[in-house]
Each structure stands twice: as C-alpha cells, then as structure tokens.
C-alpha cells in the first residue's frame, strides 16, 4: 500500500465488542499489526495511509453515512436495521448470527404467537416494525437497550434479537418462531470514499488481504508421493484451485504433486489418495493465498 500524506489518509473504523476478536485477529493473520491499549479507541496500525479508530458497529453504520469513516466493519444488521446505502466489500463470514423472533413456549399455539395483541421487544425498530407488519400481527415496540431476552413474559410476549447458537434464548425459556435475516462482519465503505482513486486502491489492497486469508483458512497445502503408473488415478480426484503442482522425484521414483485443497474435503480424500497409490502425504497449514 502506497505512502500517503496526512490529508489523505482513509479513516478506517473497526468493531468494539463481540466482533472484535474475530476482526482483529483476521487483520493479524493479513500482516496488519493492531496496536493499542486494550481500553483504547484510537490504536495504531502497522500500514500506512490508514487511520482506526474502534467504534460500537452500530455507531460505524452511522459514522460510514456521515462520510467522517471512509470504510468500517460491521453486521449487516446494523445496515439493514439503519437502512443506509454502504458499498458492501468483503463478506467475512465472521460472527455469524440470525436475527429471530423468539417467544416463551407457553405462549405459542403450534409454534405460532397467538392472534391477541403482543407487544415484541427489540434493539432493531426498523426491522422488528417491518416483520410485524409482514406477518400482519396485532402488536406493539418496545425498543430495548441490551439483554433483551429478559423482557419476555413480563414485559413483553415476544422478542426480536441476535441469536448465534440460541443457548442464551433457551436459557431463558424462549423458541425462535420466525427468522427476520442472517448477519455476519462485513466491510463497509462510504460510496464517496469509492469515488476517490487513492482511498479505492487502499481498499482494494485491504479486501485482497484480507480475502487472501479467509480463502487459506478453508484450505490446505495437500502433498503426496505418486508412482508413475498411479499419477492420473490420484490426480483424477484432486481438487485444486487451477492445476496441481507436479515435480519429478530424484531417480525418476515417482512424482511429488502438490495441491491447495478444501479442509473439509481432507476426510475423503486422504482414504482415497492411499488406496490410488499415493505415500507420503504431507498437510500443511496456510497462512493467506492469492489467486
């Protein structure tokens, strides 16, 4: 990434709370240090042009429309629920969540709310106002601020919030009965930052980074010893990326092919690499891969 002028640095804004270890430790593994103090708002980072500063990711939504952050990452939520038009750039993946409606077992009928007046409780108005007019239910908002699985019975009969496994819903003797969206950590930009070459490029250098990581965590370096007579049987069954890396063993004994293979296909593949003729297999772990 190019050397720039103070003027022209991009304001980047990173996730305080849940979805700040997650973000951090992507820019690590991308060889972007982040240094600062743990209670800090304000860290450094270890390329230049860019300056961070760390904000609640409903706050970076916000900061992304005011045009003071030129790119942030946050939940999709938070833009569907602030309904603000954002350049998405990078899908993560990380923290991935559902925003549900989730209700006491003893209120439903047939898993459904029943048709009396509820009153649903949210930290999203915009999407909760949305599925209740959706579904056509004779309700009322209540807007929470956190630990909005406590509301349910007394304060309120249903719920609309972030549920990841569901463990803190079934704590607290509730059942999903609708699925408004599903959200993950997403790196934003502010359209006008796209519009301005340098602050592009810079974004642009930061998703191959940061892809060139997400993409090596879901793959291995796959290595197997083949015999001649065997190499296209195991090639055959060989996922690879473009073609697979072949070299000649010393003596002509045989072949060494290297590959960049799913992890979740490792199960699979192994078995059958061995009963092909393959030895030797060797699984190393990636670190980033550019295409």
């Keep these: 990434m190019a050397q720039v002028g103070e003027k022209d640095l991009l304001h980047l804004a990173l996730p305080k709370g849940r979805m700040q270890a997650g973000v951090f430790s992507l820019l690590s593994d991308a060889g972007i240090r982040v240094v600062g103090e743990e209670r ?49 750039l990078l899908d993560t993946g990380l923290d991935p969540v559902r925003i549900v409606a989730a209700a006491p077992a003893a209120l439903l009928k047939n898993g459904k709310l029943p048709r009396r007046r509820v009153v649903v409780a949210s930290e999203y108005e915009r999407l909760t106002m ?8 004779r309700a009322a908002f209540v807007r929470s601020y956190g630990a909005t699985e406590v509301f349910p019975p007394e304060d309120a009969d249903c719920i609309v919030d972030v549920a990841q496994s569901g463990a803190t819903l079934r704590a607290n003797g509730l059942v999903v009965v609708d699925e408004l969206m599903t959200s993950s950590t997403r790196l934003y930009a502010n359209p006008a930052a796209m519009d301005d070459p340098s602050k592009k490029e810079r974004l642009e250098g930061l998703v191959l980074l940061l892809r060139s990581v997400l993409e090596a965590r879901h793959r291995v370096m796959l290595e197997v010893n083949v015999p001649p007579e065997k190499l296209e ?59």
């Design 40 to 88: 800090g708002y304000r860290p450094a980072v270890s390329v230049p042009g860019f300056e961070v500063k760390v904000l609640k990711p409903q706050n970076i939504v916000e900061m992304l429309h005011a045009g003071s952050r030129d790119a942030g990452l946050a939940g999709a939520d938070w833009v569907a629920e602030l309904n603000i038009d954002l350049v998405e």
């Design 233 to 291: 049987s195991v090639i055959a069954i060989l996922p690879c990326m473009r073609e697979p890396t072949i070299s000649t063993l010393h003596g002509g004994a045989g072949y060494a092919v290297k590959v960049a293979a799913p992890r979740k296909d490792l199960p699979r593949l192994i078995p059958e690499i061995k009963k092909r003729g393959g030895t030797d297999v060797v699984v190393t772990a990636l670190t980033q891969i550019v295409p």
């Design 130 to 137: 949305a599925w209740m007019a959706k579904r056509k239910l």
